[in-house]
């Protein structure tokens, strides 16, 4: 009965994420301001945005299985830019070497994703998540480890950066404190 539950909550939560996908702006350029200020104020409003985005979405799945919300860490996020920045040349979705965070790493077609189109693929994973056993029945080559590090009950702490590569695609990097999916133990 919970695995229903949290499956039906799952769907509106997707399907909400859809929604929003689709109205959310993601330019991710510069505009032509008038001067430089103009310009930083406008990058800055639009990581904030970014930011406010990616809480929104992390903390909505939690609140789904009825874990506390996570709060933004601008030193992870540091972190997780510099590594952004590293994979600018390939791109590749690869783990960063620091294992002291839970990480989760997107890499998208193109330069126009949202943070809620991005944190939604792997939120979707919770389809394939079975509480009641604590065990995944996903794809081959698929996983449930995205989904139950953005809801494991434990992480309260997160930082993450979005780059547009090289190659025009898009790489996001989502890093956790504490990480999640240690030991034996069930994520919420």
């Known amino acids: 009965m919970a695995r229903t539950r949290v499956s039906s909550h799952l769907s509106i939560f997707l399907l909400l994420v859809s929604l929003c996908a689709h109205s959310a702006a993601s330019d991710d350029g510069s505009g032509s301001g008038s001067g430089s200020a103009d310009a930083d104020a406008g ?3 639009r990581a904030a945005a970014t930011v406010a985005e990616l809480l929104l979405v992390h903390n909505a799945a939690r609140q789904v299985v009825g874990v506390p919300p996570l709060t933004w860490s601008a030193q992870i996020a540091a972190y997780a830019k510099a590594y952004a920045r590293s994979r600018r040349g390939d791109c590749a979705p690869r783990r960063s070497p620091l294992f002291y965070f839970g ?3 997107f890499v998208g077609r193109g330069r126009h994703w949202n ?3 991005m944190v939604a693929s792997w939120v979707a994973e919770g389809r394939w998540y079975d509480y009641g056993s604590s065990s995944c029945a996903a794809p081959s080559g698929s996983s449930c480890l995205r989904y139950t590090q953005v809801v494991w009950r434990s992480t309260t702490q997160l930082g993450c950066a979005r780059i547009v590569c090289d ?3 898009t790489f996001l990097v ?3 404190f504490p990480p999640g999916n240690y030991g034996k133990g069930r994520p919420y």
């Open 174 to 176: 989502c890093d956790y």
């Open 103 to 105: 990480e989760n790493v």
């Open 115 to 117: 943070a809620t189109a």
């Open 43 to 45: 990058r800055h409003a």
């Open 167 to 169: 190659s025009g695609d």
